[in-house]
């Protein structure tokens, strides 16, 4: 690729923008990015008459950062990490899941695995992701799964303080029976450093990152 490559990130939460923006200039280099966000798409994910609608939200946004001139799209949430392969075959270019790289680091640090969330709607998404990845490893973890009450809400609301309290409490909680702690969500990754335990706890937002830089430079 003879011009500079540029990489769209679709997000549901304007959370996530800023801690991606980030990671993206520490580790894209020259890369152009682009944002596009549609932030209702968790809470229509719980509705039972919008949520059809999702899958063809997700293939208008990516088509769109197509023709905008993107080379490829990572999924910044969670909650629909499923749709990449579909709407990547559907558009024609490459859509990539920011927590495939976390679910591969999980399933080789341990057979239990813990995976926290804050909205149930992210919870079984990331366990089937796990699930995919460790089948294509040979491997078969244990997975426990907690939605964490409060803190989506909290962290809604603006109050970011208690959003981490709750998450690093819910940390503490599942690492006394796992190998290792999931948190589903990348806005959740600021509380990871609230909290020592004796497992790895692993975000989603930098090994991600690394894997888009991967997937950039193998454009060249």
């Known amino acids: ?24 200039r520490e580790h894209l280099g020259d890369a152009t990015t682009v944002n596009y966000l549609d932030d209702k798409i968790v809470a ?3 509705d039972a008459e919008l949520a059809a609608s999702v ?13 905008a001139g993107a080379d490829m799209v990572m999924l910044t949430c969670s909650s629909i990490s499923h749709l990449a392969a579909p709407t990547a075959e559907r558009v024609g270019i490459p859509v990539l899941r920011i927590d495939e790289a976390m679910a591969d680091q999980a399933v080789t640090t341990g057979s239990r695995i813990a995976v926290l969330a804050t909205l149930a709607t992210t919870l079984t998404p ?6 995919e990845r460790a089948a294509l ?36 909680r599942a690492a006394a029976t796992a190998d290792v702690v999931v948190l589903a969500q990348a806005s959740m990754a600021s509380a990871a450093s609230a ?10 937002l930098e090994p991600g990152i690394r894997r888009l830089r ?3 430079d193998a454009l060249a």
């Open 1 to 24: 690729m003879t011009r500079t490559p540029r990489i769209a990130f679709l997000h549901t939460g304007a959370v996530v923008i800023g801690p991606v923006a980030e990671l993206a």
């Open 44 to 46: 229509d994910l719980g």
């Open 55 to 67: 899958p063809d939200r997700i293939v208008d946004l990516v088509q769109a950062a197509r023709s």
């Open 126 to 131: 990331t366990r089937n992701l796990i699930l």
């Open 137 to 172: 490893a040979g491997a078969s973890p244990e997975i426990a799964g907690e939605v964490i009450d409060g803190a989506f809400a909290a962290v809604s609301a603006g109050d970011r303080t208690t959003h981490d309290r709750l998450v690093a409490a819910a940390i503490e």
């Open 195 to 204: 909290v020592q335990v004796d497992v790895p706890v692993l975000t989603s």
């Open 214 to 216: 991967d997937a950039v």
